[in-house]
């Protein structure tokens, strides 16, 4: 694609290819990678709350600062809650709600970081058409190189500039699926 025999360039194909990444999770609203982190949230509802993507079952806990004291009293176990889409991690994609069993005796509270959450945030693997897009997108960022100061053409009527969207519109269809609603 880019015919680059030589690691000359790898800085620069490696930077290029950060940007892509961290421009695709800002189209998209949500990243990719995962990371293990502490996050904290404010429920609205006291049987469930819409997180950050979460990539994996494992390791995830809950805590509860039911009075809005900074402390958080409550620890959860597994059987208090339930992560949902139910089937996401079959289907190749994040949890982004959790909700309290129904035999469970815990509610969330509404109170300003009452929710405390560790877990894996982010995808358990990239999807193929979201690596796809990063591809052709960096492609054609690293052409860019060649053209810094823009693209132009003669035409019957003089020059023409031509510019480009943000995204080229094949990344935008390939990244569709995944940009997040809410």
């Known amino acids: 694609m880019l015919n680059i025999t030589d690691s000359n360039s790898d800085t620069n194909l490696e930077t290029v290819i950060e940007a892509v990444s961290r421009l695709i ?15 904290y949230y404010k429920a609205d509802e006291s049987d469930r709350i ?44 994040p949890y982004q709600m959790i909700e309290t ?10 109170t300003k970081k009452g929710i405390k959450i560790t877990a894996t945030f982010g995808w ?6 979201v690596t796809l897009a990063c591809i052709l997108q960096s492609a054609r960022e690293y052409k860019r190189f060649k053209a810094v100061l823009g693209v132009a053409g003669a035409t019957a009527i ?24 809410t």
């Open 25 to 39: 999770d800002n189209a998209c609203g949500r990243h990719f990678f995962n990371a293990s982190e502490t996050r």
């Open 50 to 93: 819409f997180v950050d993507d979460i990539a994996s079952s494992s390791g995830i806990t809950i805590y509860t600062d039911e009075d809005g004291d900074g402390t958080y009293e409550n620890t959860w176990q597994s059987t208090d809650f339930n992560l949902a889409s139910y089937n996401a991690s079959t289907d190749g994609w």
């Open 101 to 110: 069993t129904p035999q469970g005796d815990l509610s969330f509270p509404r």
């Open 124 to 129: 358990a693997a990239v999807p193929k058409p």
């Open 158 to 181: 003089g020059t023409q500039v031509v510019t480009m969207p943000a995204l080229d519109p094949d990344v935008e269809k390939l990244l569709c699926p995944y940009v997040k609603t």
